[in-house]
């Protein structure tokens, strides 16, 4: 059965950190570019950073560059997204993604 949870999200003032994982199972992680999209109330949900099945290349948002971090081990079937200097336009349901495969999300909401 195909699994994409993800955790770390929660209530952070402007300008701190979140650290966001997915932990997948019953797919061939290794072998898929894994993704983080987000998706704010009363808007459609964007691609924020993606990673490749080596690591070795990365992609973001302009939104978020600079700023987030992906990352994957490929031996412990995980994608993490290191979120720092965060903004209240961060504020989303953010989604772990690899193929056709997705998590239930994790919420984020950045607030003084």
């Known amino acids: 059965q195909v699994q994409l949870v993800e955790s770390g999200g929660g209530l952070v003032q402007p300008g701190g950190s979140l650290r966001l994982s997915c932990v997948a199972s019953?797919?061939?992680?290794?072998?898929?570019?894994m993704r983080w999209y987000r998706q704010a109330p009363g808007k459609e949900r964007e691609l924020v950073a993606s990673?490749?099945?080596?690591?070795?290349?990365?992609t973001y948002a302009d939104s978020v560059k600079g700023r987030f971090t992906i990352s994957r081990d490929n031996v412990q079937d995980t994608v993490s997204l290191q979120m720092n200097s965060l903004k209240p336009e961060d504020t989303a349901l953010y989604f772990c993604n690899g193929g056709s495969h997705w998590g239930r999300g994790t919420q984020v909401t950045v607030s003084s």
């Open positions: 019953g797919f061939p992680f290794g072998n898929y570019v």
């Open positions: 990673v490749s099945p080596g690591a070795d290349i990365t």
